[in-house]
């Protein structure tokens, strides 16, 4: 897999053991390591992930659990996959209720091909697919027209998440053209789309180098 195809984890770890499990187990995707809850701020002030890695037990004392809300609210688009071997039964279920929970929760000893596959789920049917179905009923439920600007948003968000996961996996540049048919919208849009996917970085400007001599001309 290129570098252009690789999503963002934001992984909060303390131990490098782990840390060396992960980086193997997630070749293959963008990984960045920090050790504490409250760096994990910090970095989403830097830069939004795709996924959230979040170990119960950090650096400096402090507890996953503890730090859930605080995520969720700097950033409550990402799902975040729990991972522990100190909580029990009650603790696991408290991480995945309520509006600020985890969306998955990983027992120590991880099992590499479990993590892998909840990765998967966690970026195919979670984070912005679930924002977009969230808007769609909230669009059904309040009669919201087509062409209001409301609805124009939520199409926007979500040709732009069909346009992530596509670009991921892609090994040749896209073809603004088809693209534009397929989603019935100008080249200058789908364009506009690559842009505004490279400047929150959630595609490389590698996948298509040309966009900014395009758009301006």
């Known amino acids: 897999m290129s570098d252009r195809a690789l999503a963002n984890i934001l992984i909060v770890e ?14 293959g995707y963008r990984l960045t390591c920090v050790a504490s809850g409250s760096a994990a701020l910090e970095q989403l002030v830097r830069q939004v992930p795709d996924v959230i ?9 402090e ?3 503890d730090f859930l809300p605080r ?3 700097a950033a409550a688009h990402v799902p975040i996959i729990m991972i522990s071997g100190t909580l029990d039964i009650k603790g696991r279920l408290d991480a ?22 909840i990765v998967h789920r966690a970026l195919d049917e979670c984070g912005l697919d679930e924002a977009v179905r969230t808007l769609r009923s909230l669009e059904r439920a309040e009669k919201i027209e087509h062409n209001d600007p409301e609805r124009r948003f939520t199409e926007r968000l979500s040709r ?47 996948v298509y180098p040309d966009w ?6």
């Open 96 to 117: 995945l209720q309520g509006s600020r929970s985890a969306h998955y929760v990983i027992e120590k000893p991880v099992d590499v091909a479990e993590l892998r596959s």
């Open 63 to 65: 507890f996953g659990t």
């Open 160 to 206: 732009q998440n069909d346009l992530v996961k596509r670009l991921r996996g892609a090994s040749e540049k896209p073809n603004i053209t088809h693209l534009a048919d397929e989603f019935k919208v100008s080249r200058k849009t789908i364009l506009r789309d690559l842009h505004d996917l490279i400047q929150r970085g959630q595609i490389d400007e590698s």
């Open 53 to 61: 890695l979040l170990d119960h037990v950090l650096a400096g004392g």
């Open 212 to 217: 900014k001599a395009e758009r301006e001309g």
């Open 14 to 27: 303390d131990d490098p053991a782990q840390l060396r499990l992960y980086s193997k187990a997630l070749r």
């Open 71 to 73: 995520l969720k609210d």
